[in-house]
C-alpha cells in the first residue's frame, strides 16, 4: 500500500493540503496520485462515518441471508450483481456456509424493508431463498466503535 | 509548622521538577494543544485489557510472589532473551516491579551507600538525579551531544570518571532527545564499566521504539550480563502506562538485594497488571509493530516541520520524541519559548532544562499523538516562530 493511502486510511482526511503537509510532498503531486488511484479504480470515493443511531433514527437496516441456484460459466456473479444494483442494497457479499449471499439493506421503516425482500429479492428467477434479521443497535461500524469508548479526562496533559 | 523542621533534608532539597510546574500552566487550558505528553496516545490494545477484565472476572485479586508471577517471570526470559539476549533465570534473576520508576528506586537503594557516585547521561528522564540524591548517592551527569544526536558517548563517561563512581545509568533509547547507543560505543563503554569496576543500571523502556538501526542491550556484551541490572516494563511499547508494570532482570545476588526492598515497601505488583503484562508478552507484538509504524510516520512529519520552520532539529532514532534546539532561531531560550508558545499560540512543549542542564536551548516535542492535532500544533508553531523571528529580528535594530 502506498504512503498516501496508508496516511489517508489512518487521518481519515481526504484534503490534498493537509495530506501533502504529513508526507512533505507538493500539493500537485499529492493530486495527481490521487486521481490516478481514481482512475485504476482503487480509490472509489469518500464517505462520511455516521453513527447509525444518532443520524437516521427513520431507516432501519437488515443483513438477509440469500441462497441462488449458482449458473453455468458464470457462477454466482450475475445474480450477484443484478442483487447489488437495487439501490436499498448497501453490500452484497458471497459467503462460503450455509447461504451464498449476504446482503445488507436498507429503508426506511421495517415495512419497506420487508416488501424489497418479497417483491423484489425473493421473486429474482435463480433465489431460492432467504432468511431476513433486523439490525436492532450496532456497536462498532468500519472498524470504529460507536460511543461506548470514553475519553480518558485523567489525562495529565504533560507528563514526564 | 515550618516544613524545614520536619521534611527530610534530603527531601526538601530536592528542585521541583520543571514539568511539575508546567503541568499547572497547561491544565488551565483545556483548548491547548499538548505535545508534552510522555505516554503512547494509543490506549492499551483490547486483547491486553480483556485478559485483566477475565483475571478479575476469575477473582484474581489476591497478592502474588513478592517477585511477580512465575508465568509472567518465564515469559519475561523468554521475551528478553529473544529480543535482547541475555538468559535471565525466572526463579532467581527476575523481579516484576510497579513500572521502571520502582525498579529505578529499588536498585538505586540496593546498591548506594551514603556518598557513592552515579555517573548518568543528561539530558534525561526527570526522576534520574532525584532518585539518586533519595537514595543517598552523588549524581554526576555527563552531557551528550545535539552534534551526534545525543547518542551515547563513551569517552565523556570515561573523562567524567572519578574515584567514589559505582553505578554507571543508562536509557538508551532516551527520553527525552530520541538517542540510541551503537555497537561500537557500547563495547567501549562496557569495557571501561569492566575496567572501573561499575554496575550498569540500564533503563530500555523505549527498546521497541527504534526506528535506525537495531537496538542492543549493554548486558548482552562479554561480562556485562553479571553487572547490569536490565529495566524493562510495558509503557511504552505495549502502551500500558496506568498498569504501572515493569521489570529488574539481574544476577540473583543483585535481585535479591532489590527484593529486600521491594517486599517490603511494594509487596508485589498489581496481579491485574501482571496478568495483564503476561497477555501483552504473548500476543502483544502484532500491537506493538502497528504502533511503532505510525509513530515513526509521525516522527517524519513532525522533524521536518520543525527543520521547514528553522530548528536545528535531528531525526531521533528512538522514543516517541523530537527535541528541537529553538534558541538560535528564535532569539528565545527555552523556558520563555515554551512559556510564549503555550501562551500565545496555545501549543505545550516542554522546556529541555526541565530534563538537566543539558537541554538548554532545546524543549521537548512528544509525537505521540494524531496527524491531525500534528498538523495543527506544527501550523501554529510556524506562525509563532514566524513572529519571534521578526521580534527578535527587531529588537536589534530599534536598539
Redesign the interface.
Known sequence: MSDLLS?IL??A?PRPE?LS??L?RSREEVEAEIQDLRDQGTLLGWMPLLDPAKSESDQVRAVIEVRITPEREGGFDRLANRISKFEEVEACHLMSGGYDLLVIVRGKNLHAVASFVSERLATIEGVLSTATHFLLRSYKEHGRLLGN?SE?TE?????? | MNPSDYVAEHVLGLPRSGIRDFFAIVSEMPQAISLGIGEPDFVTPWKIRESAIFALERGKTSYTDNRGLFSLRKEISSYVERHFGPTYDPRSEILVTVGVSEAIDVALRALLNPGDKVLYHEPCYVSYAPSISLAFGEAIAVGTNPDDFFALDPDAFVQAWEPGCKVLMLNFPTNPTGGTADRAKLEKLAKFAVERDLIVISDEIYAELTYEGEHLSIASFPGMQERTIFLHGFSKAFAMTGFRVGFACGPDWLIDAMMKIHQYCMMCAPILSQEAALEALRNGSDDVARMRDQYAKRRDFIVRRFNEMGFDCHLPRGSFYAFPSVSSCTGLDEVEFCHRLLREAEVAVVPGTAFGAHGKGHVRASFSTSFERLVEATDRMERFVDQARIEDRAIPAAG
Do not use: L, M, R
Request: glycine residues 6%; aromatic residues 0%.
Open positions: 496516511t489512518e487521518t482526511d493537509v503537509k504529513i512533505g469508548e480518558n489525562k495529565p496533559a504533560v507528563s514526564a
